[in-house]
């Protein structure tokens, strides 16, 4: 079971606007430590798609957002597209037990 | 733009000891940041293991931390995972990464090596 909670899976029809939640708790998310947002295309090592809750490495298209409040973030995907289809994990860093980078459980995206 | 690959065994048995190695190019590992493993289950999600800085100092993941050990050859610009007394659940794609402290994201990761631990 991951530290941090994402849905299992979401959909969306092409051109269509996604979004894929985040949950943690007060030892990480809550406690203000940023999130960071990863892309796992099929049979390839993740790419860094958000960093900082709401930044976008060189590269990444402005399609792609996050943002942070609380406990939980959010990735969100506008203007969906058939490449876009592959798996979504977020990160960031918890205290409890000695401290450690924590990911959720990954969420597929399919795209219709 | 920096560059990692993972390298080592395929497979190991029960109750011996996983290794593997992390080639990095394109940049100095005596130069700074964070030199991590993270594995990943097949079907399944991502796991950090570690990490390492440049002058040694290590963090490893506290549900892992009794078998786990990283270490870093600066002079071959590599660094190294081992984890002890495997069991079938050790199985998986192990990823060498370059990070920074506690809550920094990972900025470039190796492609990957699955290590199948079975008799």
């Known amino acids: 079971q991951s530290v941090l909670t994402q849905p299992p899976s979401v959909s969306g029809a092409p051109g269509q606007r996604v979004t894929i939640s985040c949950t943690g708790t007060s030892s990480n998310i809550g406690a203000g430590y940023d999130v960071h947002w990863y892309q796992q295309l099929p049979r390839t090592a993740p790419k860094l798609l958000i960093h900082?809750?709401?930044n976008r490495p060189s590269g990444v298209p402005d399609r792609f957002s996050g943002s942070k409040s609380g406990t939980s973030a959010s990735l969100a995907i506008t203007g969906l597209q058939a490449e876009d289809e592959a798996d979504y994990y977020c990160q960031s860093y918890d205290t409890s037990l000695g401290g450690a980078k924590v990911f959720g459980g990954g969420t597929k995206l399919t795209v219709l | 733009q920096v560059q990692l690959q993972e390298s080592g065994p395929g497979m190991t048995k029960p109750s011996e000891t996983l290794s593997l190695t992390c080639t990095v190019s394109r940049y100095n590992i005596n130069s700074g940041y964070f030199w991590a493993w993270v594995r990943q289950p097949p079907g399944k999600g991502l796991e950090w293991i570690g990490s390492i800085y440049h002058s040694g100092g290590t963090y490893y993941n506290p549900s892992l931390k009794n078998r786990v050990s990283i270490s870093i050859d600066a002079s071959k610009n590599q660094f190294s995972l081992n984890l002890t007394s495997v069991t079938a659940a050790d199985t998986a794609v192990y990823y060498c990464a370059r990070t920074l402290v506690a809550g920094s994201p990972i900025e470039y990761w190796g492609q990957g090596a699955l290590v199948t631990v079975s008799s």
């Open positions: 900082g809750n709401s």
